[in-house]
């Protein structure tokens, strides 16, 4: 499979305390209808550290039902253990997914060397094409532009989601794997910098809620349109902000919440976005030019 395009880190909608099925198949379908490339499931903005396996594994054949061939479904499946790490991936398999999303071991803060065969662990049980995500300041970490570049050598990362903040490292990351490895912005207001130096998309939060906009600076950047991309993304800039007013994904719920796609539920330890700051976040969507999906669910959704 190709990462290439706009993928969305979908969230897990939860109904009176449990994952509601039926919210889940109706992101997918908005998706669907957008332009998105990609849909990644139980990652962070899934909450996947909340879910019990059997939600987990559940989610992810929810979607990959909804998506039913016509998107590829890039399962989470990360955390600290590596033992519990491959778990997931031979479940996210099993599920059927098409690739995973591994995450550097957080907490832990382990050496450059066992990340390397932490991610090979993974990637030889579950089968998969595995996206390595470096987020440091998440996990406590950050996966070097030489450890990349040895995963890409021995063929354990297909891919890299890139969300250190660094704009050197991405270059030199692209240059050590000679532009071979597609490596994916995982910071939405960075998207086009990181495909000006040769990315080849984006992992976003953003668009949860405005997918097909995302989609088209994705598709500007990678044709080589960088005016159109840097419009895009510049009034974006307000939108992405807001989404990140608040840990990940406390304010993208409360969003799909008003736009009436979920119902605005969290488990602890997260809990729903302050008053003030929904309310601020109401207006920068009234201002942004969005998709229509605040009538998907009109039905009675939350």
């Not at 490292?169 to 910071?187: D, N």
């Not at 976040?281 to 999906?293: G, Q, W």
Request: charged residues 20%; glycine residues 10%.
């Amino acid at each position: 499979m190709k990462f290439h395009g706009s993928f969305v880190a979908l969230p897990t909608p939860f109904r009176g305390g449990a994952v509601d099925h039926e919210a889940l198949r109706g992101l997918v379908a908005f998706h669907l209808s957008a332009g998105t490339n990609g849909l990644v499931p139980c990652g962070t903005t899934g909450e996947a550290v909340v879910l019990s396996a059997r939600e987990y594994r559940e989610v992810i054949e929810t979607v990959v039902a909804a998506a039913d061939g016509r998107l590829p479904v890039i399962a989470g499946a990360g955390t600290n253990s590596t033992a519990r790490a491959v778990e997931l991936a031979r479940m996210a398999r099993e599920a059927g997914a098409d690739g995973l999303l591994v995450v550097t071991p957080y907490y832990n803060k382990p050496p450059q060397d066992a990340m390397v065969e932490h991610f090979a662990a993974v990637s030889v049980a579950a089968g998969l094409p595995v996206c390595v995500y470096n987020v440091p300041g998440r996990t406590g970490v950050n996966l070097l532009p030489e450890t990349v570049a040895e995963l890409h050598h021995r063929g354990v990362a297909a891919a890299v989601k890139e969300a250190s903040g660094n704009i050197a490292q991405v270059s030199r990351i692209i240059a050590l794997t000679r532009g071979e490895l597609p490596v994916m912005s995982g910071e939405d207001s960075a998207i086009l910098p990181i495909m000006a130096v040769g990315g080849t998309g984006v992992i976003s939060v953003a668009a949860n809620v405005a997918p097909a906009a995302i989609a088209t600076l994705v598709r500007c950047a990678a044709a080589g349109d960088l005016a159109a991309a840097r419009r895009i993304q510049l009034g974006l800039l307000p939108l992405i902000d807001a989404l990140f007013w608040e840990s990940n994904p406390i304010p993208v719920k409360a969003a799909l919440a008003h736009m009436g796609m979920i119902a605005n539920e969290l488990r602890l330890p997260l809990r729903p976005l302050q008053a003030h700051f929904e309310k601020a976040l109401i207006e920068v969507m009234n201002k942004s030019e969005l998709e229509p999906a605040r009538t998907a669910r009109q039905d009675g959704g939350e």
